[in-house]
C-alpha cells in the first residue's frame, strides 16, 4: 500500500514537474520572441517602433492576415465582379441540362455546377473543358474518401483518398502554373489573384503547397454545402408551384423576365438582386428547412451555465443548426415551407440571434456566405426566368443528411428551355445554343 503511494506521488510530481517545464519554456520563448521584436528597431533613429507584436513564434500574424485575405475575397466589390461570371456559367449550365432529351440527376449536376463555378470563378482556371470532366471525377473520389478510417491499405478508402489528393494536386499546380504565367486578358481579379496579391503586400511570397492547400480548401467549403442547397431550391420550386409563380411575378414587375434568348445575360446587379425581397425569403427559407451543414464543433473557453448545468472549460462541444432551426420557439409550424414567414410583415427571425443560422456563428461562422447567397439568387433567377422543369419520377425522394442533406436518389428532372414569350424551346434548338456558348 505504501510503495503504491508513493508511486503515484512520483507520477504526479513528474507531471507537475513537465507542466512546469513546458509552461516556463512557452513563457520564455514568448519572452525571447518579444525581445528579438524589440532588437530590430533601428538604433540610429530616435522614433519608437509602432505598438503591436510579432503574433506566435514561426507562424508570426499568419492567422490574421489569413482571415483578412478572406474578407477580401468575399467583400461586396469581389462578389460585384464574379457575378456576369457565375450567371454565364449558370446559364451555360441550364441551357445543357434543357438540351438533354433524358432527365437530370440534380443533386450530381449541381456538384458539377458548383465545382465549375468554384474552378473557373473563385479560382479564374482556364482549364479546358475534357480536363475540367475528369478533375471534377478525381475530386468526388476525394470528397467520398475525406470521412475514412486512417488504414493505409491497398483498395481501402484512405488510399483512394490520399490517390485523389495527390492527382488533383498535380492539376491544380499545372493550372496555377498556367495562371500565374498568363495575366493578360482578364477584367477582373478572383479569389487567388486577390490571396497571391495580399500575401505579396505583406511581404509574404505563398509556396506552391500553401497555393494547391488554399484552393483545395475554397473548393472544398464552396462545393458540397452550395450543392446541396441549390438541390433543395429546385426540389422545392417543383414541389410549389405557387411559391415559383410568385418569384416569377416579382421578375416580372423588375423587368428581369427573360427567355433563351437572354437579353440580360451577364448584367444582373448586385443591387437588383438585394431589391428583390421575395427570392431573398425563398432562399432563407430553403436554408432554414434544408440546412446543408448540420452543426459545428467549438471549444469552451470560459466555463458557462446551460440549463442550470456547468459547461466546463475546455470541453469540446457540438452545437447543431438543424435543431436548432427544428426548435426556434419563433418559427411557426416549423416544418412547413413558408417563404413568406421571413417578408417584411411577418419577420419571424427578427426576435434573438441565434434561431436562425444556417451558415454557422460566431468568429468562425462561414466566410463564404454572401457568395453562396448570391449563388443561389442567380440559379433562382435564371431557372424561374428560363427554364421550365417536372419531376421525372413518380414521387419526390427521401431526403438524406449523410454527408450534407440531399436527395437519396440524386432527384431527378426534366428541363425544358424557355424563349422570351415563355414557350418552351425545342432540346434540339437549346442543344445548337449550348453548342455555340
Ligand atoms: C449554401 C452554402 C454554404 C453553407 C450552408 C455553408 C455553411 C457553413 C457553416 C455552417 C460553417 C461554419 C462551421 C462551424 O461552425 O464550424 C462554414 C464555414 C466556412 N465556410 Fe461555408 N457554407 C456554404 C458555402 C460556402 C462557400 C461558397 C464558401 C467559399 C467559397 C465557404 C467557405 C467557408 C469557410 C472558409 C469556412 C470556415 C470559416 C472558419 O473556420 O473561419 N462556404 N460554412
Known amino acids: 500500500m505504501l510503495f503504491e503511494g508513493l508511486e503515484l506521488v512520483s507520477a504526479l510530481a513528474t507531471l507537475a514537474a513537465c507542466l512546469v517545464s ?26 519608437p517602433i509602432p505598438k503591436g507584436s510579432m503574433g506566435f513564434p514561426l507562424i508570426g500574424e499568419t492567422g490574421h492576415w489569413l482571415l483578412q485575405v478572406f474578407s477580401k475575397i468575399f467583400s ?21 441540362w434543357s438540351s438533354q432529351p433524358e432527365a437530370i440527376n440534380v443533386y450530381q449536376e449541381a456538384q458539377r455546377l458548383t465545382f465549375r463555378m468554384a474552378v473557373r470563378v473563385l479560382l479564374g482556371f482556364s482549364i479546358p473543358e475534357e480536363d475540367l470532366g475528369h478533375l471534377f471525377e478525381v475530386y468526388q473520389q476525394f470528397v467520398e474518401n475525406v470521412f475514412s478510417l486512417p488504414v493505409d491499405l491497398p483498395f481501402s478508402g ?19 502554373r498556367e495562371k500565374l504565367q498568363c495575366t493578360q486578358g482578364k477584367d477582373y481579379s ?101 440546412t446543408p451543414v448540420s452543426g459545428g464543433y467549438r471549444t469552451v473557453l470560459q466555463t458557462f451555465e446551460l440549463d442550470g448545468f456547468q459547461i466546463p472549460k475546455g470541453w469540446s462541444v457540438m452545437y447543431s443548426i438543424r435543431d436548432t432551426h427544428d426548435t426556434a420557439p419563433v418559427f411557426k409550424d416549423v416544418n412547413v415551407f413558408d417563404p413568406d414567414r421571413f417578408s417584411q410583415a411577418r419577420s419571424e427571425d427578427k426576435d434573438g440571434r441565434f434561431h436562425y443560422l444556417p451558415f454557422g456563428g460566431g468568429v468562425r461562422t462561414c466566410l463564404g456566405k454572401h457568395l453562396a ?58 442543344a445548337m445554343l449550348s453548342a455555340t456558348v
Open 22 to 47: 513546458v509552461t516556463l519554456l512557452l513563457a520564455v520563448s514568448q519572452q525571447l520572441w518579444q525581445l528579438r521584436w524589440a532588437a530590430t528597431r533601428d538604433k540610429s533613429c530616435k522614433l
Open 76 to 96: 461586396h466589390e469581389a462578389l460585384e465582379s464574379y457575378l456576369p461570371k457565375i450567371q454565364l456559367v449558370i446559364q451555360d449550365t441550364l441551357r445543357a
Open 158 to 176: 484512405y488510399r483512394r483518398g490520399i490517390q485523389a489528393r495527390q492527382i488533383l494536386q498535380k492539376g491544380l499546380e499545372k493550372a496555377i
Open 190 to 290: 478572383d479569389a487567388l489573384d486577390i490571396l497571391i496579391e495580399s500575401s505579396k503586400e505583406h511581404g509574404k511570397e505563398m509556396t506552391m503547397q500553401e497555393l494547391k492547400d488554399g484552393t483545395l480548401e475554397l473548393i472544398f467549403a464552396a462545393y458540397a454545402t452550395t450543392a446541396s442547397a441549390s438541390t433543395s431550391l429546385i426540389m422545392q420550386l417543383l414541389k410549389h408551384p405557387a411559391v415559383l409563380e410568385k418569384l416569377r411575378e416579382e421578375l416580372r414587375a423588375q423587368g428581369l423576365l427573360h427567355g433563351g434568348g437572354c437579353p440580360c445575360e451577364g448584367t444582373l446587379r448586385l443591387d437588383t438582386l438585394s431589391s428583390l425581397r421575395y427570392l431573398d425569403c425563398v432562399i432563407k427559407e430553403v436554408m432554414r428547412l434544408f
Open 373 to 430: 447567397k448570391l449563388f443561389l439568387k442567380v440559379l433562382a433567377v435564371e431557372l424561374a426566368s428560363t427554364s421550365r422543369f417536372e419531376l421525372a419520377t413518380r414521387t419526390f425522394p427521401r431526403i438524406t443528411l449523410v454527408p450534407v442533406l440531399h436527395p437519396v436518389d440524386g432527384l431527378s428532372v426534366k428541363f425544358f428551355g424557355l424563349d422570351s414569350n415563355q414557350n418552351e424551346i425545342l432540346p434540339e434548338t437549346e
